[in-house]
């Protein structure tokens, strides 16, 4: 694996989920792999779960690991083409992702999108930036578009959950309120990757609020929430902004907001959410705080799913033909 950007990035999708679970068996089995190697890890914006479950992933694997929050410790980055730089940005993407390419083996970067130019978000023009001017294989930490370690880490646990063997599970990704306007990367991602995995995949929000259709191609898509929660065996609550109407709030509407009562309907779904979720908000304490609450081990997964795609990069680039 030279890239982790997308469910793209993945040669066979099901070894990755396995790998992953050996991971967790036996995190420190690998503890050679990484010696002598550097993990550098870029956030441009504020992060908990990605940047500590990335660190212990590395560690695991024996790497060392820098972190640097650029955005607050870094000078102002420009990062346009051509421009004379007498503003307010004093360093450029290309001398500092050059830099970052002498000093680590492999980059992770997060990178929100501004949720204000469409073209610029989805162009993924910084990601690009940082891979070309770097010249390391870069794992995203979250770009403008895509969530992949979020997206990996929620099949490894519903692979876990889901105890059938005769079906296949019900996944719903239901759209939840929310007071302000949120990147569509981890609902993109999300349904990438279920759309790739073996499972039945709805997806429900209100009107306006439709994904990109590159992403959600194949999944089945309803205004009517009631309707997706049947028989469902797994709900992924998520906030986004509209797509359409390029990062605006077009409704908070509550009677979108999940609870226990409405888990009735449901096949004893378990609630899944990315985390850090507004309670109350976004999602129920009843639920949060009960037993069909899936967060926490979604949380822990996090470790296993990047120790699992670093480990795929440092045998690809550091392991001669060893190309998975
Ligand atoms: C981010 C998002 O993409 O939705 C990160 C999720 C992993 N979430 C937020 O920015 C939440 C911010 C808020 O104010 O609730």
Known sequence: MKQFTSVKDVLDLPALVTEALVQKRNPFANKALGRNKTLGLIFMNPSLRTRLSTQKAATNLGMEVIVMNIDKEGWALETQDGVIMNGTTVEHIREAAGVMGKYFDILGLRSFPSLKNRDEDYSEDILQKFIHYSGLPLVS????????????????????????????????????????????????????????????????HPEGYELYEAFTAGAAITYNQEEALQDA????????????????????????LLTQNRLGITNNAKVMHCLPVRRGLELSHDILD??????????????????????????????PGDDQ
């Open 290 to 319: 009960g037993p069909n609450s899936l967060v926490l081990e979604q949380a822990n997964n996090r470790v296993y799913a990047a120790q699992a795609v670093l480990k795929r990069m440092l045998e690809t680039n550091f392991i």
């Open 233 to 256: 065996d797994f709900i992924y609550v998520k906030n986004w902004s509209s797509y359409h109407q390029y990062g605006q709030v077009l409704t908070t509407d509550e009677n979108w």
């Open 141 to 204: 930490l979250e770009s403008g578009t895509l969530h992949p370690l979020q997206s990996l880490a929620d099949l490894i646990t519903i692979t876990e959950q889901f105890t059938f063997t005769n079906r296949k599970p019900k996944v719903v990704l239901t759209w939840a309120p929310h007071v302000k306007a949120l990147p569509q990367a981890v609902p993109n991602s999300f349904a990438e990757w279920m759309n790739q995995a073996d499972v039945d995949f709805v997806i429900t």
